[in-house]
């Protein structure tokens, strides 16, 4: 029987993305309108956990605010100051596309915190593995500024704590978010302790960032690996990403723990990717980690959650996802699947194949 945490929140869905167009600020020619960055999208994934009978079977882990130590294991004071400042008052920009409400300081707090908590409970073997369903995000949040509606560094952050309390010194981190891990990324980007992959549409956000070049440096040179997937990815070219390049740089890091920064934005109904992924195809990628994660670190695997804003099918994919990872079965089916599996080019394409073996070739290089 695996045991499976989830991390959840309330709190997390007060914090105020505003009055909004999308992903940009309003304003003439801009009529205001939603975030895309909104409450009901991680409520319905939270919703669907519980009608499906799946919550009340996972360990319930809460969630605490991150202390300020623990968030300038990252951020610069400056930058933490003046999001608490925009917070206390009406809130702002925290530096790019990137909305603070009254109060969402202590709620960025709390998202960083709940991160903590999931892998804490993972590296102790209070769980087998675990689920943070937070929000804000964090993977494109930089040391001194926030960025694509992330405040805080939240996987940064825990990892930061897991090495600093718990002595790791080998962590992977796997995101297959649509957007590319930037933040994630520059963290790391010199440090040998941490393996940095993502998989996400090349070129999208943040744009110039996610190429196949960016290795690392220094001493953490061939300790990050890019997969800048073509617009129109499947299921085929995420599942060929895994087997060709994510799982045998694991085998070869032979990391302690797992990191998931799991965001369900490419799949095919999200409108801020362009790509096809699905709940079979994201249970597909989770039996895939889950078994590296058994031969390599005694199952411990942590995710914390970051994009995903299509309100209807995040929920499914979500699901899909900690149902595999608990071994449990709602017996609910994705009544989205069918449409999903359905559109052409599912299958790995030549030009997705192209980049794959690029990425490859980076792994062969430094992770043989
Ligand atoms: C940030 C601005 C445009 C796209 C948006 C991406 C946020 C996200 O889901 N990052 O993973
Ligand atoms: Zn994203």
């Known amino acids: 029987m695996t045991r499976t945490g989830l991390v959840y929140h309330e709190l997390y869905q007060w914090h105020d993305t505003g009055n909004h167009a999308g992903f940009i600020f309003p304003g003439f020619p801009l009529q205001p309108g939603m975030h895309n960055e909104h409450?009901?999208?991680?409520?319905?994934?939270?919703?669907?956990?519980?009608?499906?009978?799946?919550?009340?079977?996972?360990?319930?882990?809460?969630?605490?605010?991150?202390?300020?130590?623990?968030?300038?294991?990252?951020?610069?004071?400056?930058?933490?100051?003046?999001?608490?400042?925009?917070?206390?008052?009406?809130?702002?920009?925290?530096?790019?596309?990137?909305?603070?409400?009254?109060?969402?300081?202590?709620?960025?707090?709390?998202?960083?915190?709940?991160?903590?908590?999931?892998?804490?409970a993972v590296v102790t073997g209070k769980v087998d593995n675990a689920y943070a369903l937070v929000r804000p995000p964090g993977h494109?949040?930089?040391?001194?500024?926030?960025?694509?509606?992330?405040?805080?560094?939240?996987?940064?952050?825990?990892?930061?704590?897991?090495?600093?309390?718990?002595?790791?010194?080998?962590?992977?981190?796997?995101?297959?978010?649509v957007h590319h891990g930037n933040g994630t990324?520059?963290?790391?980007?010199?440090?040998?302790?941490?393996?940095?992959?993502?998989?996400?549409?090349?070129?999208?956000?943040?744009?110039?960032?996610?190429?196949?070049?960016?290795?690392?440096?220094?001493?953490?040179?061939?300790?990050?690996?890019?997969?800048?997937?073509?617009?129109?990815?499947?299921?085929?070219?995420?599942?060929?990403?895994?087997?060709?390049?994510?799982?045998?740089?694991?085998?070869?890091?032979?990391?302690?723990?797992?990191?998931?920064?799991?965001g369900f934005d490419a799949s095919g109904f999200d409108p801020l990717g362009r790509m096809m992924m699905h709940s079979a195809g994201y249970r597909a990628l989770?039996?895939?980690?889950?078994?590296?994660?058994?031969?390599?670190?005694?199952?411990?695997l942590m995710m914390a959650h970051e994009g995903g804003y299509s309100p209807y099918y995040v929920p499914f994919c979500g699901l899909a996802v900690i149902e595999q990872m608990s071994g449990l079965r709602s017996g609910i089916e994705d009544p989205y699947l069918a449409f999903a599996a359905g559109m052409a080019g599912q299958d790995l394409q030549p030009g997705q194949a192209a980049v794959i073996e690029a990425a490859s070739a980076v792994r062969r290089k430094y992770l043989p």
């Open 286 to 300: 989770t039996a895939r980690l889950m078994a590296a994660a058994a031969d390599l670190c005694d199952g411990r």
């Open 185 to 262: 990324e520059t963290a790391f980007y010199e440090d040998p302790r941490v393996l940095t992959i993502s998989a996400h549409q090349d070129n999208w956000y943040p744009q110039g960032r996610g190429l196949v070049p960016d290795v690392g440096a220094g001493a953490g040179e061939g300790r990050n690996i890019n997969v800048p997937l073509p617009p129109g990815s499947g299921v085929g070219a995420y599942e060929a990403t895994f087997d060709q390049v994510v799982l045998p740089a694991l085998h070869a890091f032979k990391p302690q723990l797992i990191c998931v920064a799991s």
């Open 39 to 120: 409450p009901e999208t991680k409520r319905r994934f939270k919703n669907l956990l519980d009608v499906a009978g799946i919550t009340e079977q996972l360990t319930s882990i809460k969630p605490r605010h991150a202390t300020l130590e623990e968030i300038l294991r990252f951020h610069t004071p400056d930058y933490v100051e003046r999001v608490k400042a925009m917070s206390d008052a009406y809130g702002g920009d925290a530096g790019e596309l990137t909305q603070v409400g009254r109060g969402s300081y202590e709620i960025a707090l709390l998202s960083a915190g709940g991160v903590i908590e999931a892998l804490d």
């Open 140 to 177: 494109h949040a930089d040391a001194d500024k926030g960025r694509g509606f992330c405040i805080f560094g939240n996987l940064v952050i825990a990892i930061r704590h897991a090495m600093a309390v718990h002595g790791l010194d080998r962590i992977a981190v796997v995101d297959w978010d």
